[in-house]
């Protein structure tokens, strides 16, 4: 509405108005269906930010470690324009989209006669032209994905196999790298002997990446049950078609599994365990096996 206003007051130039929301309309489909993609590498919502950021920053981030070790290791070296920025959107369009304008508050402090309106230039409307395009892929990517995801996943740290250890070892080399980075700068004096360094750097490496790749471990690693080896995927709770009785209300939790030994067995524990449970007393609870109507 504010910016409805100052156009209507001439105080913002429509064109000026109109290339801003083209800017912010490509840089945004980039960046929902990045998003829309790193959805369906994880089944956790509280992971799904950190996987975000992640993809976007990780070529910049490491890139900058090994330039720092780099300076550290290699004498006389020089780091030169960053090449992988184009991997990292965000770091990327800081460099390449940008606004230009003339110099009206030093005309206006040095002589307020020669005060002329802002001139604005915008450049970088085709860098993000390009990543929207990219973006559109992504969301592609993330369709198909999401067709072949399996439901059972919908919980998972990773949610695609193939991914898992692919995870454990990028974060176990992530770990290694940023911790290199972080002691090499602060607990390495300037003067030390170049191999005393390097002793120091691998030895930090190595322990990092053993904390990084355990770590990975433990958070991809399904919790252990009773039985663990039973596929079976559930459909979330529903009301039945009759939704209530007698004042009581009804559900329904629909499961599609393999109808063996073991797991009519878990059924079976699990309807003695519901049994004993005194606070669900008012609540009846009963399991039918391959019905002729789901009701």
């Given at each position: 509405f ?6 209507s007051?001439?105080a ?20 929902y ?21 992640i ?7 490491v ?5 720092k ?30 606004v ?7 005309d206006?402090?040095?002589?307020y006669?020669?005060?002329k ?6 450049k ?10 990219i ?11 999401y067709?072949k995801r399996?439901?059972e996943?919908a919980t998972?740290?990773v949610?695609?196999e ?10 176990a ?13 602060s ?9 005393e ?13 053993f ?6 471990e433990?958070l ?8 663990p ?7 979330g ?8 009785i007698?004042?009581?209300y ?13 797991f ?7 309807l003695?365990?519901?049994?004993r ?8 609870a ?7 109507t789901?009701?």
């Open positions: 504010m910016l409805v206003y100052e156009v007051q001439g913002v130039y429509p064109g000026f108005l109109f290339t801003w929301l083209a800017a912010v309309t490509l840089a945004d489909i980039f960046y269906s990045f998003a829309s993609f790193a959805a369906q590498l994880t089944g956790s919502l509280i992971v799904l930010p950190a996987v975000y950021a993809l976007l920053m990780t070529c910049t981030v890139e900058e470690c090994f330039i070790l780099f300076d550290i290791f290699l004498y006389g070296y020089a780091p030169g324009a960053r090449k992988l920025s184009f991997l990292s959107p965000p770091a990327y369009f800081e460099q390449k989209v940008t230009e304008s003339n110099d009206m508050f030093n206006m402090f040095y002589d006669s020669s005060i309106p802002m001139v604005c230039s915008f970088g409307m085709g860098v993000l032209a390009i990543y929207a395009l973006g559109l892929l992504f969301a592609y990517l993330a369709l198909r994905l067709k399996r439901m996943t998972d740290i949610s695609i193939i991914l898992k250890p692919i995870f454990k070892y990028c974060l080399f992530g770990c290694a790298l940023a911790a290199s980075d972080y002691f090499g700068g607990f390495i004096p300037e003067n030390a002997p170049n191999i360094k390097l002793a120091f750097i691998l030895f930090v490496m190595i322990v990092s990446a904390i990084g790749y355990f770590a990975a433990m991809i690693k399904k919790a252990k049950t009773e039985y080896d039973i596929p079976l995927r559930i459909l709770y529903s009301s039945a078609s009759v939704s209530r007698n004042n009581k009804r559900y329904k939790c629909i499961m599609k599994f393999r109808n063996s030994a073991s009519r067995e878990m059924m079976s524990k699990l003695t365990d519901y049994g449970d005194k606070s669900l007393n008012d609540v009846a009963y399991i039918d096996i391959n019905p002729d789901i009701l």
